[in-house]
């Protein structure tokens, strides 16, 4: 089992799960994370410390963001990995509250 990365992450991408997660299982995009589910040992140290909750288990994946779940294996390997917190963009908090952002992804 593995953990996802939704919606919710799309133009905030905190990164304070990034710092808590014992095996660098996170992958940065530009304005997105995803988890490796070939890394993600599925301790869900990272699912609090996302200030926008856009993490959850495989399995507790709301039904509107099952898409989340292949986007996330896609992308991570494509994405370089991400292993340490960074500052969060200038706009980051405008965004984490705004639903219907999947256009607004950028690969």
């Given at each position: ?5 939704t919606e ?5 991408r905190y990164?304070?799960c ?9 992958r940065a995009?530009?304005?997105f994370?995803v988890i490796?589910?070939d890394?993600?040992i599925?301790?869900?140290v ?7 909750d856009a993490?959850y288990?495989e399995e507790d994946v709301p039904?509107?963001?099952k898409d989340?779940?292949?986007?996330n294996?896609?992308?991570?390997k494509?994405?370089?990995s ?12 405008e965004?984490?509250d705004v639903?219907?952002?999947?256009n607004?992804l950028?690969?």
């Amino acid at each position: 089992m593995t953990h996802i990365v939704t919606e919710s992450c799309i133009k905030c991408r905190y990164t304070d799960c990034v710092d808590v997660c014992p095996v660098d299982c996170f992958r940065a995009g530009p304005n997105f994370l995803v988890i490796d589910p070939d890394e993600c040992i599925d301790c869900a140290v990272c699912i609090p410390e996302c200030p926008v909750d856009a993490i959850y288990a495989e399995e507790d994946v709301p039904e509107d963001q099952k898409d989340f779940i292949d986007l996330n294996a896609e992308l991570s390997k494509e994405w370089p990995s991400i292993t340490q917190a960074e500052a969060k963009a200038d706009d980051a908090d405008e965004w984490a509250d705004v639903d219907d952002k999947r256009n607004l992804l950028e690969k």
